[in-house]
Nanobody
């Protein structure tokens, strides 16, 4: 099992920045993919960004050029740097760890972009 603990959400004005962190613990495979998903009210959960254990990244189109995903600490902490935030980025953000057959989720952290 893999446990994920997120931090860093909050309220920010449009154009502002936030950094989300996700610390993984437990039995971590050397090969894995970690990512950030988000879910706004009445919407489905969607992938925001992901990063493999060898550093390959993937972003949804709406955040390209504004968000950056990275890994640190022996690759078991993942960050999401969010710049130029927009009201439509408002959602609960979830950290995910995936390596078959394990698919673990964090508890979620609220990000609200509003003036």
């Amino acid at each position: 099992q893999v446990q994920l603990v997120e931090s860093g959400g909050g309220l920010v004005q449009p154009g502002g920045s936030l950094r989300l962190s996700c610390a993984a613990s437990g039995i971590i495979s050397a090969i894995n993919t970690m990512g950030w998903y988000r879910q706004a009210p009445e919407n489905q959960r969607e992938l925001v960004a992901s990063i493999t254990s060898d550093g390959k990244t993937n972003y949804t189109d709406s955040v390209k050029g504004r968000f950056t995903i990275s890994r640190a600490n022996a690759k078991i902490t993942v960050y999401l740097q969010m710049n130029s935030l927009k009201p439509e980025d408002t959602a609960v953000y979830y950290c995910n760890y995936r390596q078959w057959p394990v698919d673990s989720w964090g508890q979620g952290t609220q990000v609200t972009v509003s003036s």
